[in-house]
């Protein structure tokens, strides 16, 4: 099988990324639960307004230079 590589920079250009909404008490707030599709493991909790977090260390397919 042929292995293909990408650079991002951070996990929501990954073809593995999965979000989705996370409802909180407070309405007003639009936070977003991060996964690995591939694993299943959660990324992290991201506000709409924050900062996307570096790809973790954790990474199933990530490659180290």
């Known amino acids: 099988m042929p292995n293909i590589k990408i ?9 593995k990324f999965k979000s989705e909404r996370h409802y909180t008490s407070d309405s007003f707030e639009m936070v977003f639960e991060q996964t690995c599709s591939l694993i299943g493991k ?16 954790w990474c199933p397919i990530l490659v180290k230079d």
């Open 7 to 15: 650079s991002i920079d951070n996990c929501i250009d990954c073809p």
């Open 42 to 57: 959660r990324i992290a909790y991201v506000d709409a307004c924050e900062k996307q977090p570096d790809i973790p260390e």
